[in-house]
T-cell receptor, first 117, second 116 residues
Framework: AQKVTQAQTEISVVEKEDVTLDCVYE???????LFWYKQPPSGELVFLIR??????QNEISGRYSWNFQKSTSSFNFTITASQVVDSAVYFC??????????????FGKGTHLIIQP | GAVVSQHPSWVICKSGTSVKIECRSL??????MFWYRQFPKQSLMLMAT?????????EQGVEKDKFLINHASLTLSTLTVTSAHPEDSSFYIC????????????FGPGTRLTVT
């Protein structure tokens, strides 16, 4: 069965520090998609990135970057020069084709990121 | 584009009553809609998947008679929590997918249900 592990429950850093959020996944499929979402206190999920299993290129978007490594089944997310507005809960999610949940997403438990001014 | 709305955004109801939550795709046709539940400080858990015009597929452990899902049109799915109890208090989030982009799900803003 598919599984997503975010071992870091909470991370607290001071503004302008870099921070990396870890995500490790399990799947039997060779075709799958990985996602990162941000959930601010309002609750609404904000889509950050989607990566398919055949594209291992790292991606950078402004202060955000993602490192996808199939060899270690990891899809880590780094925020450079963090800002207070980055404070939120971040979820890593997986969509594959092997689970009984049709093709809904399997979410990790989330990492609560606190950026202190 | 790809906007999903939910109504209401929050609702308080008394124990034993039923409450209906609507999920609408505003600018696309949603062939599939998903319902998730999120308890405080916890992750999102998939409850069910519904395809337009078909019966919903429920995840293991989700009571289909308690959480009634209807996906009668390509832009609307409803989740009815029947005979609600305080333990049903949660944040309910829907997402929608179009057949044209099968790997993408567009999430609604969520509905916070409190049962007193």
């Amino acid at each position: 069965a598919q599984k997503v592990t975010q071992a870091q429950t909470e991370i607290s850093v001071v503004e302008k520090e870099d921070v990396t959020l870890d995500c490790v996944y399990e799947t039997r499929d060779t075709t799958y998609y990985l996602f990162w979402y941000k959930q601010p206190p309002s609750g609404e999920l904000v889509f950050l990135i989607r990566r398919n299993s055949f594209d291992e290129q790292n991606e950078i978007s402004g202060r955000y970057s993602w490192n996808f490594q199939k060899s270690t089944s990891s899809f880590n997310f780094t925020i450079t020069a963090s800002q207070v507005v980055d404070s939120a809960v971040y979820f890593c999610a997986l969509r594959d084709y092997s689970g009984g949940g049709a093709d809904g997403l399997t979410f990790g438990k989330g990492t609560h990121l606190i950026i202190q001014p | 584009g790809a906007v999903v709305s939910q109504h209401p955004s929050w609702v308080i109801c008394k124990s034993g009553t039923s409450v209906k939550i609507e999920c609408r795709s505003l600018d696309f046709q949603a062939t599939t809609m998903f319902w998730y539940r999120q308890f405080p400080k916890q992750s999102l858990m998939l409850m069910a998947t519904s395809n337009e015009g078909s019966k919903a597929t429920y995840e293991q452990g989700v009571e289909k008679d308690k959480f009634l899902i209807n996906h009668a049109s390509l832009t609307l799915s409803t989740l009815t929590v029947t005979s609600a109890h305080p333990e049903d208090s949660s944040f309910y989030i829907c997402s929608a997918r179009t057949i044209a982009v099968i790997y993408e799900q567009y999430f609604g803003p969520g509905t916070r249900l409190t049962v007193t």
